[in-house]
């Protein structure tokens, strides 16, 4: 083998979420003199998306196996770049920025408008007569309430880390995170923006990854608490729509209860198949190192409860408070908008399915979830909403959780740029 060769293979880029092909040359003659890496893939392919192998994880730091810290490395530099030249006059890489945001809000705001022309009846410019406007500013205030609390929960832990900053920098953290989802696939999220310019402002990639962490289990606590809560108070399973569904499970019950227990079965199999590999050495495969991960991030929960348990109580109260306020207004716009066209609704009702709604934009790959968001919420809504009010409520819904914040975002992201660079200059 020469050492000229090149290597095509698969490389996993972890922000992006998408697999791109790459050449890339052997450093040295000893590198070549091992082996074909291709006869290596296990342990190659394994490191290239981070994942470490099981033979090797005691070995090796955590800053080495980590796959946050490449990422945020890179989004660091790269603000760190885009933040210099801005000071010296280059506004390029913030007009990308803003052009690519312009045009997602045109493309989407125009699709919004064709398709509330196509659904909404016309009899429902008559019902504009009963508008109330001060429930659309209710929905309006309700939009920018999670701007506000999580800067605010954003500060509660950095200076818990011995950080103090101020809210006007950590605000400018929330909105970048914010923009930074809208152009990304939802389930991808903004977090490693967030993480970049925490480092930026001199965390360590620990405790930016810890952050994240927290603000995960945070919003994961308090759905484990209200999502049934919320399906006790509006009992749900009154609904026509639901009935039928228990109506068909019960009637193929028995093939429900034979797929779990062959799903109990088969991970039964596995574990003690996993263990017997294990025992005997062999390399990992991906089913091994994906349970490996599960475990990780068990671990990585397990010890922020211990943290907060020893030393940060209070500040966990009060986190979950700002949690429980952002969450219950972004999940009660759609009430408000509906209040103001003198809709009768159930808030709680509608909390819980925009909850489904919302989770249901994950699974969608376009970036800020466009066009499957108001798919999405055409499908969970169909029964709820009167169907003359279900195209224009379904625009309304879009623009204010997502579009308006993007032209607020881009707006006051570029207020706070130009005024930095006075202040330099």
């Known amino acids: 083998m020469r050492r000229s060769t090149r290597f095509v293979c698969w490389m996993y880029h972890p922000l992006l979420g998408m697999k791109f092909w790459r050449n890339q040359k052997p450093r040295s003659e000893s590198s070549v003199k091992r082996s074909n890496w291709a006869s290596q893939n296990s342990l190659f392919f394994q490191r290239l998306i981070f994942i470490k192998p099981r033979s090797e994880a005691l070995g090796r730091t955590k800053r080495e196996r980590d796959p946050f810290i490449p990422t945020v490395k890179i989004m660091k530099k790269w603000l760190s770049s885009t933040v210099s030249s801005i000071k010296l006059g280059d506004y390029s890489e913030l007009k990308r920025l803003v052009h690519i945001a312009i045009f997602f809000i045109l493309v989407g705001v125009l699709g919004n408008?064709?398709?509330?022309?196509?659904?909404?009846?016309?009899?429902?410019?008559?019902?504009?007569?009963?508008f109330k406007p001060h429930f659309l500013g209710l929905a309006l205030v309700f939009a920018q309430v999670p701007w506000i609390t999580n800067t605010i929960r954003v500060m509660i832990w950095t200076r818990f880390l011995g950080h103090s900053f101020s809210f006007i920098e950590i605000l400018k953290i929330t909105i970048s995170t914010e923009l930074g989802s809208a152009l990304s696939p939802t389930?991808?999220?903004?977090?490693?923006?967030?993480?970049?310019?925490?480092?930026q402002k001199g965390l360590?990639?620990?405790?930016?990854?810890?952050?994240?962490?927290?603000?995960?289990?945070?919003?994961?606590?308090?759905?484990?608490?209200?999502?049934?809560?919320?399906?006790?108070?509006s009992k749900c399973w009154n609904m026509p729509i639901l009935q039928h569904v228990l109506h068909k499970l019960e009637q193929n019950l028995v093939t429900v209860?034979?797929?779990?227990?062959?799903?109990?079965?088969?991970?039964?199999v596995y574990r003690l198949w996993r263990r017997r590999r294990s025992s005997e050495g062999e390399k990992s495969t991906f089913g091994v190192r994906l349970w490996a991960k599960i475990e990780e991030s068990i671990r990585d929960f397990a010890n922020v409860y211990k943290l907060i348990s020893k030393t940060g109580k209070t500040r966990f109260a009060a986190s979950m408070l700002l949690t429980s306020i952002q969450w219950s207004c972004r999940y009660s716009i759609l009430t408000a908008m509906l209040l103001s066209f003198g809709i009768k609704v159930d808030p709680i009702l509608f909390f819980l399915f925009q909850w489904v709604t919302f989770t249901l934009m994950t699974f969608i790959p376009t970036?800020?979830?466009?066009?499957?968001?108001?798919?999405?919420?055409y499908l969970v809504y169909t029964t709820l909403i009167p169907k003359e009010m279900l195209g224009l409520m379904t625009a309304g819904w879009r623009f204010l959780t997502f579009y308006f914040n993007i032209i607020l975002g881009v707006v006051v992201i570029s207020a706070f740029l130009f005024a930095d660079v006075r202040k330099s200059n």
């Open 204 to 233: 360590s990639a620990g405790q930016a990854a810890s952050l994240l962490t927290l603000g995960s289990v945070e919003n994961g606590l308090f759905f484990a608490f209200a999502l049934p809560l919320s399906i006790f108070l």
């Open 187 to 199: 389930a991808i999220g903004g977090g490693y923006i967030k993480a970049g310019m925490l480092m």
């Open 257 to 268: 209860a034979g797929v779990v227990l062959l799903l109990f079965i088969l991970i039964k």
């Open 367 to 377: 970036p800020g979830a466009a066009a499957g968001a108001e798919a999405s919420f």
């Open 113 to 130: 408008i064709i398709f509330s022309l196509l659904t909404t009846d016309r009899t429902v410019v008559e019902s504009l007569r009963e």
